[in-house]
């Protein structure tokens, strides 16, 4: 019985689990993609809309020692389905720490939302998230190291 990444080919003729081990051989190096796919997770979490596809681009500049392509798988962390659970949950924690001056979101503030409303409750969504980041970055490191050993234990 064939798997499903044996049957499904890529425009290079590839299948989907070949290619997948190519990924996972970029650079010789499992830190290098877990840093990779950390350090995506961490920026797509952070809500600076707009500015992620900058960050990643200056993160894989600077950061020498880190896997390109696992930086941009590691952002698709954060798309259309997980963005507003995301976004509610950073400001949640944010609120949590910083005190209950912030309001509980509801409907009734979306209905009255402006560029103040935006930038009043900002604040615990950036503080928020970035606990959520560095969280998050710290766990999928440790799992991708994990997921690699076990792939390579398996090669082996």
């Given amino acids: 019985m064939l798997c499903f990444g044996e049957r499904i080919m890529t425009t290079k003729g590839q ?4 290619r997948w081990r190519w990924i996972l051989q970029l650079n010789n190096s499992s830190q290098e993609i877990a840093l990779g796919v ?10 600076l809309y707009g500015f ?3 960050l990643v681009i200056i993160v894989a500049i600077l950061i020498k020692p880190v896997n390109k392509i696992a930086i941009l798988i590691g952002t698709n962390f954060s798309s259309i389905l997980t963005f507003p659970f995301i976004t509610w949950a950073g400001y949640s924690v944010g609120r949590g720490i910083l005190g209950s001056q912030y309001p509980v979101l509801n409907w009734e503030i979306f209905r009255h939302f402006s560029y103040k409303v935006f930038f009043h409750l900002y604040y615990p969504l950036f503080v928020g998230s970035m606990l959520i ?3 998050a970055g710290v766990l999928f490191y440790f799992l991708i190291l994990w997921v690699i050993s076990k792939y390579e234990g398996r090669k082996k």
């Avoid at 299948?15 to 070949?18: A, K, L, V």
Wanted: net charge neutral; aromatic share 4%.
């Fill in 133 to 135: 980041a560095i969280l």
């Fill in 15 to 18: 299948t989907i689990r070949e």
């Fill in 38 to 47: 950390a350090l995506g997770v961490f920026i797509s979490i952070l809500p």
């Fill in 52 to 54: 992620h596809t900058i």
